[in-house]
């Protein structure tokens, strides 16, 4: 027989189940039209058990979200955890709909079914062997120290993942919140896009859609920025910003010395445009993903990241009206083309 107290934890967890899984249908139905795969549920005690009680030498990426390894039916797994409180539930079941929506691409970090017995609910997703693209360093976040063809790679799949989201369903979906940190990597470095929660869709026969301005700050898309106007301008901008950290190793806001110990600040665009106008190209590059200094960067590999450093100018590059339209298709194809040129 249970005792009082767990008889009022199961039924809270049942409560908690009640709640997230009508709100989850709600969601799910909304932005598939029905038509999604199976989402497999676990209980508390699985989760728990799985991350020795939320244990925080299980935590293997943290940013606003922990990130557990654990073990599930004999299957590593990723677990993902709202990290603050404070966060809006809609997104975590909007992430659940839409990652159970591509869990089938494989540049798509696998959903593989949720808890909805926590007061938030949790996600339990395939576990990338090589881990997040990036990691906390003392300057903030860093890219992995990965060599040059691996990092196209990256941007590519991304970019082919990004363009299933945008044309494979009734309506165009937006994720909005491209970056590195939402990125992993499998055990053959293949990337994994993740986190969908700030993804909306655009109505059929429309170009955009009028929403609140979300995302990460000094990260989002002009005309997104200053009218709220959502377009598939929002990811190609966003995959811009990627594609530049990736060549350079910097991040998407740039520390520059002023004066004395006093730092300023200079958007990744507006850093690399200085090094192009005071010194030659490979000052830009990254020197860890080489194996020679970076001026005997040979002939091909040289080719390859100018044609890739204009491409990602051409995704960040604000486009006036009637202006032809830069598509996620297109820059995915334009990547192909390069990594070929060798």
């Not at 859609?209 to 979300?214: P, R």
């Not at 030659?280 to 080719?303: A, C, G, K, Q, V």
């Not at 590059?317 to 194809?333: T, Y």
């Amino acid at each position: 027989m249970l005792c009082p107290s767990r008889r009022k934890q199961k039924k809270q967890q049942k409560i908690n189940f009640q709640k997230h899984g009508s709100l989850l249908l709600e969601e799910i139905i909304a932005s598939s039209g029905g038509k999604y795969n199976p989402i497999s549920t676990f209980s508390s005690h699985q989760i728990l058990q799985a991350t020795n009680h939320f244990d925080w030498n299980y935590v293997i990426y943290e940013d606003i979200f922990l990130w557990y390894k654990g073990t599930i039916e004999n299957r590593a797994v990723l677990i993902k955890c709202i990290k603050y409180e404070n966060l809006v539930p809609h997104n975590f079941y909007l992430d659940i709909a839409v990652s159970s929506m591509m869990s089938c691409h494989k540049n798509v970090l696998k959903l593989i079914g949720c808890c909805l017995e926590f007061p938030r609910p949790v996600l339990v997703c395939e576990y990338p062997e090589m881990g997040a693209l990036t990691y906390r360093g003392g300057a903030g976040m860093v890219i992995k120290p990965l060599p040059w063809n691996v990092r196209l790679k990256i941007a590519k799949e991304i970019a082919v993942a990004v363009t299933y989201l945008h044309t494979e369903f009734p309506r165009t979906i937006i994720h909005r919140d491209l970056k590195l940190e939402n990125v992993f990597l499998d055990k053959n470095w293949t990337a994994k896009l993740s986190s969908f929660g700030l993804s909306i869709s655009i109505p059929e026969g429309q170009s955009g859609v009028q929403d609140m301005v979300c995302g990460t700050t000094g990260f989002v898309e002009t005309q997104y920025a200053t009218t709220g106007f959502v377009t598939e301008n929002v990811d190609i901008y966003n995959l811009g910003f990627i594609m530049l950290s990736l060549l350079t190793g910097k991040r998407r806001l740039h520390e520059e010395p002023a004066n004395g110990d006093i730092y300023k600040l200079i958007m990744l665009p507006d850093y690399v445009g200085e090094i192009l106008e005071r010194g030659p190209f490979t000052e830009l590059i990254d020197p860890s993903m080489l194996n020679s200094t970076t001026d005997n960067i040979p002939d091909h590999l040289r080719l390859q990241m100018e044609a890739f450093l204009e491409l990602a100018l051409k995704c960040i590059r604000f486009r006036p009206a009637g202006e032809n339209v830069l598509r996620m298709i297109d820059v995915a194809k334009e990547l192909k083309k390069i990594e070929n040129h060798t």
